[in-house]
């Protein structure tokens, strides 16, 4: 799903689709720092370990065990700042929470001035228990529960993210039996088709959010949540969709979103004041990615809506935005001991980790590309083209479907997957009874369990027999 090619390397090039190798050997021993962390660093003693935050991953694989996400809590908040910086005290940056979400996350957020986008009661939860303000709060979702609901209400959550028509009644029969009045925005899709994997594109019509501003149904949308006592209508959301490089979906979408509030205040002669981009911005997951800065996403989108809504002859409305991967995906890698290693001749090595599809779905589900490199050493061995699978019964179960790994590598290596901040542990199942791997954070020689790793006695406890 990222835009990558292979990796370049001389070993079983020939089995490799047609242009997908080219070029020398890379140096396997290199850390692209685009896709690693930014405390990642190799040991440049002969020994080659590599360390983040101050901590070579040998000592964090004996404190902590394998597989674990290792998260570099620097780089996490340098990153949240940038967003904060780039939009400026004129707009909001929500962090989407479904990329990863914990208390500690919660509170480095709220350390650096981002707001939270929520969208079920368990985020909810883990947001408020962890201190952030509920104003600065947004509750997405299509399928909201009335108990969802209620407590967002109840909680005095920022806005509401309304989806359906149904919702639109929901929220304010809610609200109004609290006596209160909900800040709420309108989901939207405006019609994009966005160049990424078709299941996580969400602007085009046919599929399970927002409203359609096509057939009026957006401006329908609208005309209710105005009639409605217990809501209060603050803005237009849209988000096209998600690991989108080219701006141009969001051109099209702000045009689009900025028309609605046109039209809103030639029909109703108001001025909505806000409008949500939502998130989506791409990372790199190999070297051929070319992510784009939050300082020149923040000045594309604020001189899209503003050019837009001059000629309109609008006031710019308060932008706010709901980046999750592009903060929190390029700040974690997955550290994997190796098991086993089975070379099958004229074809590839099959390099077996100690975790695999219950850590990182996103492989089998998107077909998603990931670099990796063995990190509890240097070598200087020739490259091998490599699969690195999991330990599941499935032969889906791959982690990074080919990469060049050193062709000495051996059981009790560690490897490390980068990039895998967002949507791996939020995403991690436990298929075949495998426990999810903990989180750690570090940051200045230390390093610490955000989410601890999951025990039998965990498995046994929600099974009651
Ligand atoms: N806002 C809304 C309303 C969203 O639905 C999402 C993502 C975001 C913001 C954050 O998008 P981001 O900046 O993280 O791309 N599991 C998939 C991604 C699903 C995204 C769902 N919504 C993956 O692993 O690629």
Redesign the pocket.
Known sequence: ?SRSAHPAGPRHADVLPEGHYSGPAADLNALDPKVWAQTVTRDADADGVVTVGGIDVKTLAERHGTPAYVLDEADFRERARAWRTAFGQDADVFY?G??FLSRAVVRWLHEEGLNL?V?SGGELATALSAGMPADRIAF?GNNKSVSEITRAIEAGVGRI?LDSFQEIVRVAHIAQSLGKRQPVQI?ITVGVEAHT?E??A?AHEDQK?GIPLAGGQAAEAVRRALQLDGLELIGI?S?IG??IFDMSGFEVAAHRVVGLLKDIRDEHGVELPEIDL????GIAYTSDDDPREPHEIAKALTEIVTRECDSAKLRTPRISV?????IV?PTAFTLYEVGTIKPLDGLRTYVSVDGGMSDNI?TA??D?EYSVALVSRRSDAEPMLARVVGKHCESGDIVVKDAFLPGDLAPGDLIAVPATG??CRS?ASNYNHVLRPPVVAVKDGESRVIVRRETEEDLLRLDVG
């Open positions: 799903m989407a479904k990329a986008d969208c997405h993210v989901r994997h299941f996580i969400t959010f959301h988000h998600s690991q939502g998130g989506g911005l709901e980046p999750g991967r592009a995906g996103r589900l998107y998603a967002a949507y995403m």
